[in-house]
Nanobody, 117 residues
Framework: QVQLVESGGGLVQPGGSLRLSCAASGFTFSTYDMNWYRQAPGKERELVAAITRAGSASYTDSVKGRFTILRDNAKNTVYLQMNSLKPEDTAVYYC???????????WGQGTQVTVSS
């Protein structure tokens, strides 16, 4: 049974930090690209950060220099370190595991991040 379980969300003041974790099970984690998406109220889900099987990371422009995506294949876990948080970072954050051949997409249940004073 495939599972992606996010944790680490919460309420934080502007300028603060959070670290999200996503623990994966039920599939061969090391062979999947892993992504963090977010969805704010009334907005479409957007890709925030991605890390390939080989460990190459990429980010959407609005989080570059503030967020860092990391993976630990030994722990089947992907992380999103979020620093200098802004109110516009408020959203539900989702972990995603993606593979092209064969095509597979797995999703976690999401974790709420709220940035507010």
């Amino acid at each position: 049974q495939v599972q992606l379980v996010e944790s680490g969300g919460g309420l934080v003041q502007p300028g603060g930090s959070l670290r999200l974790s996503c623990a994966a099970s039920g599939f061969t984690f090391s062979t999947y690209d892993m992504n963090w998406y977010r969805q704010a109220p009334g907005k479409e889900r957007e890709l925030v950060a991605a890390i390939t099987r080989a460990g190459s990371a990429s980010y959407t422009d609005s989080v570059k220099g503030r967020f860092t995506i990391l993976r630990d294949n030994a722990k089947n876990t992907v992380y999103l370190q979020m620093n200098s948080l802004k109110p516009e970072d408020t959203a539900v954050y989702y972990c995603n595991g993606h593979k092209v051949l064969p095509l597979r997409d797995y999703w976690g249940q999401g974790t709420q991040v709220t940035v507010s004073s």
